[in-house]
Every structure is written in structure tokens, then in C-alpha cells.
């Protein structure tokens, strides 16, 4: 069973950097396109960025410029490279995986908690 856990969250001040972390477990990491999400109290999941196998990215136009994906397969880990945050930044962050060779997220992690003050 494929297990997906973050890491790296916390209380950050505007304009500082964080980097999170998606360790994958239980499958072939390479066959997985992974993906990073977030949610706000009171709003929508919303779509921060993905990776596919390939190693190609696409983000959401909320955090194009300012957030980078990268993934490591030999340390089964995507990670979420966030730079000048902003308080709008505030949510819970989700990894997710897509099933093995598709293209829709099917597996999700617990999410970690990201607070940005102002």
C-alpha cells in the first residue's frame, strides 16, 4: 500500500522560505506523478503544482514564479520548494500521487500545517 507523509511545515514570517517534503512508501516511485495541494479554512482545495514522471512541472497561478517542484527517485521524495511567502499562503499543504502511469491523484498524504505571518 502506497503511504505518502509531509513534512516540513511551520510558522514562517512573509518573505521567508520553507521547504516541504513528501516521502512515498510501499511503490515504485518513479511510476508516480506526485502533486502538492492546499487548503485554507473556508476554501476549496486549490492546485499548487505537479510533477510528472518525466520531471516535467506545471504550477497554479497562485504560486507560479515563487514555488518550485523537484522530486529525488532514488530518495522516493518530491519536495516543495516555497520562496517569498505571503500570510495568503496559509493552508494545509497535501502531497498526492497519481496512480501508477495515470494522471489523476488517487493517493493523498495527511497534509502539513503552513502558517505564514505578516
Known amino acids: 500500500q502506497v503511504q505518502l507523509v509531509e513534512s516540513g511545515g511551520g510558522l514562517v514570517q512573509a518573505g521567508d522560505s520553507l521547504r516541504l517534503s513528501c516521502a512515498v512508501s510501499?511503490?515504485?516511485?518513479?511510476?508516480?506523478?506526485m502533486g502538492w495541494f492546499r487548503q485554507a479554512p473556508g476554501k476549496e482545495r486549490e492546485f499548487v503544482g505537479g510533477i510528472n514522471r518525466s520531471g516535467f512541472t506545471n504550477y497554479g497561478d497562485a504560486v507560479k514564479g515563487r514555488f518550485t517542484i523537484s522530486r529525488d527517485n532514488a530518495k522516493n521524495t518530491v519536495y516543495l520548494q516555497m520562496n517569498s511567502l505571503k500570510p495568503e499562503d496559509t493552508a494545509v499543504y497535501y502531497c498526492a500521487a497519481t496512480s501508477v502511469f495515470g494522471t489523476e491523484y488517487k493517493i493523498w498524504g495527511r497534509g502539513t500545517q503552513v502558517t505564514v505571518s505578516s
Open positions: 510501499g511503490g515504485t516511485f518513479r511510476n508516480y506523478g
